[in-house]
């Protein structure tokens, strides 16, 4: 039985080693911005309204607390519309384009 000496499969990278998460984080954070832009543009048509209806969840207002030596305030607030999955799945489809 001849032994291959010194030979090594190469393999391909695989799809995810190519698409860091940071990448796909970044893709989505933009993709909700450019969402929240179409929510504001389409605002003032009626009959696309209803793309700019919002949900607002988080802290609102802020959470503060005071211990004399130190303050810090702690808040967040996710606002969501219909038109922020419509931004993401665009933004995703172009980095699909790109790639």
Same mark, same amino acid.
């Given at each position: 039985?001849? #032994?291959?000496?010194?030979? $090594?499969?190469? &393999?391909?990278?695989?799809? &995810?080693? $190519? !698409?860091?998460?940071? +990448?796909?984080?970044?893709?989505?954070?933009? =993709?909700?911005?450019?969402?929240?832009?179409? @929510?504001?543009?389409?605002? =003032?048509?009626?009959?696309?309204?209803?793309?700019? &209806?919002?949900? @607002?969840?988080?802290?609102?207002?802020?959470?503060?607390?005071?211990?004399?030596? +130190? #303050?810090?305030?702690?808040?967040?607030?996710? &606002?969501? !519309?219909?038109?922020?999955?419509? =931004?993401?799945?665009?933004?995703?489809?172009?980095? $699909?384009?790109?790639?």
């Amino acid at each position: 039985m001849a #032994r291959q000496e010194g030979r $090594r499969s190469v &393999r391909q990278p695989s799809r &995810r080693a $190519r !698409n860091p998460w940071w +990448l796909l984080f970044f893709v989505v954070l933009v =993709g909700a911005l450019l969402g929240m832009v179409i @929510a504001e543009a389409l605002a =003032g048509y009626s009959a696309l309204s209803f793309l700019s &209806r919002e949900l @607002a969840v988080g802290l609102d207002p802020p959470l503060t607390v005071d211990l004399k030596v +130190l #303050r810090f305030t702690l808040g967040a607030v996710l &606002r969501l !519309n219909l038109a922020v999955p419509i =931004g993401i799945i665009v933004a995703v489809w172009i980095l $699909r384009l790109l790639q």
